[in-house]
């Protein structure tokens, strides 16, 4: 230590520096209040020995004025002045003094004072690293935080959590939440979202969810079907995080033309569709561990679909909302959730839903995160409607001539998605890329005609029935792991005609075709709106300058104009 010693005799001073010497500490000194307080100043010691009675400034003043100085550290005074009364002691500890030796000093009881404050000092020095230690790893996690919340939320937030069918909150119980929502609308139009809960809380939770993020995006954004999204997210993240980290999730299409909701649940709450008439007309309870648990070729993306033939919602929730304690303890308790959805007007379901919450909170924190979806499926958005509008003028001038032919056997139209991969060739030629959507529609109504009626031999009609388009999924999945043989063939030609840039789309399939005539026929019929099959070929046949069939048909020919 560096000990100042005040005194205006120097025996006295002189005692002191022995002591504190033989101790191993430094001295320096000064003769009255004055020297004191600009030594102190000068010299930033750690103790200091005042004498009270001395010239031009007595002790008691110096020291109430060093208590004004500032300093980042504590500067113990132990006054050492021959007034011995209970009243000088006092007065002396009450003017800042924190000790009190009287003269003559007692040496041994000099020595164990100066050990003694060398301890606590010890202790503040320890005290005070730490303590930077501390400000730094906050000001560190700060930063971390800052920088954590501007990348995360640039990740998380777009434009399809906007969707004006889409009402939602996330309400963290940590700074980061490891609930994760996500929605897009696909090439086609079908509304995907996303509600992923990953393990823990906090950074280390979001941190495990946002890989999530750009798989979702990119691949909605291609037009891949929800069974390979939820694929390659499990991939994803059973390749990237510990095995102690993984992700349960929803993921959900609603298609508004078809009026269908497709559903995959891993570890989640089931999704409820709940009716205009307060029914809940469909559940999806969980069928698949989280995501990042199992081996790819261990998981499965098998998805539930359901055919809803009236307006209704679908509900999503992470299980902190439906573990919220109501006094029964945090157990998994769908009744609350399905109780006031059913009971409630479907206009005020997501804020009879909010103040739930609000209610059972009250000022406190939930024990997880909340998070909570809802999607209004609707019966009026039109199919035109559902899908990007195409550009008004895009070409101006010639496009260069193109031409893409491919061909594909039974083990590539089982597992591959074509259509996705077709529109990442497409996407490359720049007079395309601003027609994707469009291009989209196309060819997957003309490819899944070809793969559903011409090989799979499947009949579009059987959609119509109650239930029948579940069924029809059902028998379309079965029926494509087993194909063993078939083939479909697909060319594309961008190509000048008459000055007018067009796309020519040549499918045909191996299968044994169909009445194609007798078909135009009936679609030459007015539409009654109540059947869900050759709505494809209609929507077609709007995006296009012409459709032809050919052959037995098992061949169509269709021309786009750019």
């Given at each position: 230590?560096?000990?100042?010693?005040?005194?205006?005799?120097?025996?006295?001073?002189?005692?002191?520096?022995?002591?504190?010497?033989?101790?191993?500490?430094?001295?320096?000194?000064?003769?009255?209040?004055?020297?004191?307080?600009?030594?102190?100043?000068?010299?930033?010691?750690?103790?200091?020995?005042?004498?009270?009675?001395?010239?031009?400034?007595?002790?008691?003043?110096?020291?109430?004025?060093?208590?004004?100085?500032?300093?980042?550290?504590?500067?113990?005074?132990?006054?050492?002045?021959?007034?011995?009364?209970?009243?000088?002691?006092?007065?002396?500890?009450?003017?800042?003094?924190?000790?009190?030796?009287?003269?003559?000093?007692?040496?041994?009881?000099?020595?164990?004072?100066?050990?003694?404050?060398?301890?606590?000092?010890?202790?503040?020095?320890?005290?005070?690293?730490?303590?930077?230690?501390?400000?730094?790893?906050?000001?560190?996690?700060?930063?971390?935080?800052?920088?954590?919340?501007?990348?995360?939320?640039?990740?998380?937030?777009?434009?399809?959590?906007?969707?004006?069918?889409?009402?939602?909150?996330?309400?963290?119980?940590?700074?980061?939440?490891?609930?994760?929502l996500c929605a897009a609308r696909g090439p086609d139009g079908?509304?995907?979202v996303m509600l992923a809960d990953a393990t823990g809380h906090?950074?280390?939770?979001a941190l495990t969810a946002l890989p999530l993020t750009q798989?979702?995006?990119?691949?909605?954004?291609?037009?891949?079907?929800?069974?390979?999204?939820?694929?390659?997210?499990?991939?994803?993240?059973?390749?990237?995080?510990?095995?102690?980290?993984?992700?349960?999730?929803?993921?959900?299409?609603?298609?508004?033309?078809?009026?269908?909701?497709?559903?995959?649940?891993?570890?989640?709450?089931?999704?409820?569709?709940?009716?205009?008439?307060?029914?809940?007309?469909?559940?999806?309870?969980?069928?698949?561990?989280?995501?990042?648990?199992?081996?790819?070729?261990?998981?499965?993306?098998?998805?539930?679909?359901?055919?809803?033939?009236?307006?209704?919602?679908?509900?999503?929730?992470?299980?902190?909302?439906?573990?919220?304690?109501?006094?029964?303890?945090?157990?998994?308790?769908?009744?609350?959730?399905?109780?006031?959805?059913?009971?409630?007007?479907?206009?005020?379901?997501?804020?009879?839903?909010?103040?739930?919450?609000?209610?059972?909170?009250?000022?406190?924190?939930?024990?997880?995160?909340?998070?909570?979806?809802?999607?209004?499926?609707?019966?009026?958005?039109?199919?035109?409607?559902?899908?990007?509008?195409?550009?008004?003028?895009?070409?101006?001038?010639?496009?260069?001539?193109?031409?893409?032919?491919?061909?594909?056997?039974?083990?590539?139209?089982?597992?591959?998605?074509?259509?996705?991969?077709?529109?990442?060739?497409?996407?490359?030629?720049?007079?395309?890329?601003?027609?994707?959507?469009?291009?989209?529609?196309?060819?997957?109504?003309?490819?899944?005609?070809?793969?559903?009626?011409?090989?799979?031999?499947?009949?579009?009609?059987?959609?119509?029935?109650?239930?029948?388009?579940?069924?029809?999924?059902?028998?379309?999945?079965?029926?494509?792991?087993?194909?063993?043989?078939?083939?479909?063939?697909?060319?594309?030609?961008?190509?000048?005609?008459?000055?007018?840039?067009?796309?020519?789309?040549?499918?045909?399939?191996?299968?044994?075709?169909?009445?194609?005539?007798?078909?135009?026929?009936?679609?030459?019929?007015?539409?009654?709106?109540?059947?869900?099959?050759?709505?494809?070929?209609?929507?077609?046949?709007?995006?296009?300058?012409?459709?032809?069939?050919?052959?037995?048909?098992?061949?169509?020919?269709?021309?786009?104009?750019?």
């Amino acid at each position: 230590m560096k000990i100042l010693v005040v005194d205006d005799t120097p025996s006295n001073a002189k005692q002191l520096e022995m002591v504190a010497r033989k101790l191993g500490h430094e001295t320096v000194f000064a003769e009255d209040g004055l020297q004191a307080i600009e030594q102190y100043r000068k010299e930033q010691p750690d103790l200091i020995f005042m004498d009270i009675m001395m010239p031009r400034m007595d002790g008691i003043t110096a020291a109430e004025h060093i208590r004004t100085l500032p300093n980042e550290k504590w500067v113990p005074i132990i006054f050492f002045s021959a007034l011995d009364s209970v009243q000088d002691v006092v007065r002396g500890l009450e003017k800042g003094g924190d000790d009190y030796l009287t003269k003559p000093a007692n040496l041994s009881l000099m020595r164990a004072k100066i050990n003694g404050f060398a301890r606590i000092l010890g202790m503040q020095n320890d005290l005070r690293e730490q303590t930077h230690e501390l400000l730094n790893w906050r000001n560190e996690a700060e930063e971390q935080a800052r920088l954590g919340h501007h990348v995360i939320n640039r990740l998380v937030d777009a434009g399809g959590l906007r969707d004006p069918l889409l009402e939602w909150f996330n309400m963290p119980t940590a700074t980061f939440s490891g609930d994760l929502l996500c929605a897009a609308r696909g090439p086609d139009g079908v509304l995907h979202v996303m509600l992923a809960d990953a393990t823990g809380h906090g950074l280390a939770a979001a941190l495990t969810a946002l890989p999530l993020t750009q798989v979702f995006y990119g691949m909605v954004a291609k037009g891949f079907p929800l069974a390979s999204i939820t694929q390659e997210l499990n991939r994803k993240l059973k390749a990237i995080m510990p095995a102690d980290r993984f992700v349960a999730a929803i993921l959900g299409a609603v298609d508004l033309t078809h009026h269908t909701v497709e559903i995959w649940n891993g570890g989640m709450p089931p999704p409820l569709f709940v009716g205009e008439d307060g029914g809940i007309h469909k559940r999806w309870e969980s069928r698949h561990p989280p995501l990042g648990i199992l081996s790819p070729g261990a998981f499965s993306g098998a998805t539930e679909t359901y055919n809803y033939g009236h307006p209704g919602h679908l509900v999503i929730s992470s299980d902190g909302l439906v573990e919220l304690d109501t006094g029964a303890g945090n157990a998994l308790d769908m009744a609350p959730l399905e109780r006031l959805v059913t009971s409630t007007a479907p206009a005020a379901r997501f804020r009879a839903i909010q103040a739930y919450v609000g209610d059972v909170l009250g000022e406190n924190s939930g024990h997880d995160d909340i998070s909570c979806m809802l999607v209004h499926a609707v019966m009026d958005e039109a199919p035109l409607q559902a899908r990007p509008d195409q550009p008004d003028t895009v070409r101006s001038g010639p496009v260069s001539e193109w031409r893409l032919e491919l061909s594909w056997g039974a083990q590539e139209l089982s597992s591959l998605d074509i259509v996705p991969v077709v529109l990442g060739l497409t996407n490359q030629i720049r007079a395309l890329q601003p027609h994707q959507g469009v291009l989209f529609l196309i060819l997957s109504e003309l490819f899944n005609n070809a793969l559903d009626h011409g090989l799979l031999g499947l009949d579009s009609q059987a959609k119509d029935a109650e239930g029948g388009f579940e069924r029809y999924l059902a028998q379309r999945t079965a029926s494509l792991a087993s194909l063993n043989q078939g083939r479909i063939e697909m060319a594309l030609h961008l190509h000048m005609d008459e000055d007018v840039p067009v796309l020519d789309i040549n499918i045909a399939d191996s299968g044994p075709g169909f009445d194609f005539k007798g078909y135009e026929r009936a679609q030459a019929e007015p539409d009654d709106g109540q059947h869900y099959h050759g709505r494809g070929i209609a929507l077609v046949r709007q995006l296009c300058a012409d459709v032809a069939y050919s052959g037995s048909g098992n061949r169509v020919w269709a021309r786009y104009k750019l």
